[in-house]
Nanobody, 114 residues
């Protein structure tokens, strides 16, 4: 059974950086889509960044220029480098991987203090 495990969250001051990682355990093949989502208290989950198997990336407007998504196909991992963090980036961050199935991680908390 495939499980996604996120890591790298934590508490950081505004202007700081964090790098999130997401690893897939178990056998997972032909990952078409990898993405990072976030959900702040009282808000809906939203897409932050995504990357296709071909390397095409997509970013939410709030993430452009500050966040970078990357993937390691050989390791079935996806990363999110977050720079210039703002208090409004505070949320639980989830990774997602899609094959013919849809997998989600349990989330990692990111808290940005002002």
């Amino acid at each position: 059974q495939v499980q996604l495990v996120e890591s790298g969250g934590g508490l950081v001051q505004a202007g700081g950086s964090l790098r999130l990682s997401c690893a897939a355990s178990g056998s997972i093949w032909s990952i078409n889509f990898m993405g990072w989502y976030r959900q702040a208290p009282g808000k809906q989950r939203e897409l932050v960044a995504s990357i296709t198997s071909g390397g095409t990336t997509n970013y939410a407007g709030s993430a452009k220029g500050r966040f970078t998504i990357s993937r390691d196909n050989a390791k079935s991992m996806v990363y999110l480098q977050m720079n210039s963090l703002k208090p409004e980036d505070t949320a639980v961050y989830y990774c997602r991987m899609q094959t013919t199935w849809d997998y989600w991680g349990q989330g990692t908390q990111v808290t940005v203090s002002s």
